[in-house]
């Protein structure tokens, strides 16, 4: 099993939601982030004001899959999330050694199901 962690522009969001979703992709967990990369923030202007903002808002969708599953994801993530503009985000891969469901103390892919 893997991990995928994107982390990704906030207006796309939907869009890949929606797209997961279709591609049979449901089970996600999403939080709200702050970074920045390379572009180093932004300027913003508040009552005639310039300021220096140095973190973006992200959207952060975490997901685990079977391994078999992983290209499909990432390339679906591409997809729906490149602006082909700098700040477009990342996507984190990591192994997934054990999963538990709580409940149950079921383990492996009974309790991914």
């Known amino acids: 099993m893997k991990k995928i ?24 967990t999403v939080s709200e982030a ?3 990369g390379k572009q180093k923030g932004k300027q913003g202007l508040f009552r ?7 973190l973006s808002p992200r959207v952060r969708v975490e997901m685990v899959v079977e391994d078999t599953e992983t ?3 990432i390339d ?5 999330c490149s602006t082909g ?18 409940r149950s103390k079921e383990r492996g892919k009974q309790a991914f199901i």
Do not use: H, M, W
């Open 5 to 28: 962690v994107a982390v990704i522009r906030p207006e796309v969001f939907q869009a890949l939601r929606e797209g997961l979703a279709a591609s049979g992709f449901n089970g996600l």
């Open 71 to 73: 290209e499909e994801i």
């Open 85 to 102: 503009n700098v700040g477009d985000g990342k996507i984190f891969i990591s192994d997934i050694q054990e999963v538990v469901r709580i």
């Open 48 to 54: 005639g004001t310039t300021f220096e903002v140095a």
């Open 76 to 80: 679906l993530i591409c997809e729906y």
């Open 34 to 36: 702050a970074g920045c």
